[in-house]
């Protein structure tokens, strides 16, 4: 069976491609984030390490067409990124007779997407429509459960990246970072992550 995982390099898909590490490919999306750089080289580490395929798609150009002009914004370029990033990893998937996608979100809802459920339940209806399963494992989970998942398993969560900043090391201060800190503190794990503040 073939599985793509769309992965970020994050704590979250990290996870899930050492639970699927038989049988995933990995699908990164550099979509202008301004973190794109730093996922992709955390990405590659754990790639590397277990001799998986990682699939890069370079679109850094949406993410400016969608801010471009609006001033600062400390948040990624694209509200609603998840509708663009599981259509492209479905479409990819059909092309490319995948017969599933792992999104390996956590059940904290995002602080820039409100509607994320309804977002969701609709992709899978998409996924449906092209014949392949969209997996959501963690959708019932917290991200300090995960963390204690991960930690348990001996998987490098400080070679993750969730800064929406895109610096070397974690600002410390954004909401990924903040959401972070508090899954380590709530999980009672060691937070090894380096952060600027």
Same mark, same amino acid.
């Given at each position: 069976?073939?599985?793509?995982?769309?992965?970020?390099?994050?704590?979250?898909?990290?996870?899930?491609?050492?639970?699927?590490?038989?049988?995933?490919?990995?699908?990164?999306?550099?979509?202008?984030?301004?973190?794109?750089?730093?996922?992709?080289?955390?990405?590659?580490?754990?790639?590397?390490?277990?001799?998986?395929?990682?699939?890069?798609?370079? !679109?850094?150009?949406?993410?400016?067409?969608?801010?471009?002009?609006?001033?600062?914004?400390?948040?990624?370029? !694209?509200?609603?990124?998840?509708?663009?990033?599981?259509? !492209?990893?479905?479409?990819?998937?059909?092309?490319?007779? @995948?017969?599933?996608?792992?999104?390996?979100?956590?059940?904290?809802?995002?602080?820039?997407e409100k509607?994320?459920?309804l977002i969701?339940?609709?992709?899978?209806?998409?996924?449906?429509? @092209?014949?392949?399963?969209?997996?959501?494992?963690?959708?019932n989970l917290?991200?300090?459960?995960?963390?204690?998942?991960?930690?348990?398993?001996?998987?490098?969560?400080?070679?993750?990246?969730?800064?929406?900043?895109?610096?070397?090391?974690?600002?410390?201060?954004?909401?990924?970072?903040?959401?972070?800190?508090?899954?380590?503190?709530?999980?009672?794990?060691?937070?090894?992550?380096?952060?600027?503040?």
């Amino acid at each position: 069976m073939k599985l793509l995982l769309l992965y970020s390099g994050g704590i979250n898909s990290t996870i899930a491609l050492y639970k699927f590490k038989d049988v995933v490919d990995c699908l990164f999306i550099d979509y202008g984030q301004r973190s794109a750089r730093m996922q992709r080289e955390m990405a590659r580490y754990h790639c590397e390490k277990l001799g998986k395929k990682l699939i890069e798609i370079r !679109i850094p150009s949406l993410g400016k067409a969608f801010y471009d002009g609006l001033g600062i914004r400390l948040n990624e370029p !694209i509200v609603h990124r998840n509708v663009i990033l599981l259509s !492209i990893a479905l479409t990819y998937a059909k092309e490319r007779n @995948y017969e599933e996608v792992i999104f390996a979100t956590a059940s904290e809802e995002c602080l820039f997407e409100k509607d994320k459920p309804l977002i969701l339940s609709t992709m899978k209806r998409l996924a449906e429509i @092209y014949g392949i399963k969209l997996s959501m494992p963690f959708v019932n989970l917290s991200k300090s459960l995960l963390v204690k998942i991960g930690a348990k398993q001996g998987i490098e969560l400080d070679k993750t990246y969730s800064c929406l900043l895109g610096h070397k090391y974690h600002c410390g201060v954004c909401s990924q970072c903040q959401a972070r800190k508090i899954a380590f503190k709530e999980a009672g794990i060691k937070d090894e992550t380096v952060y600027l503040r």
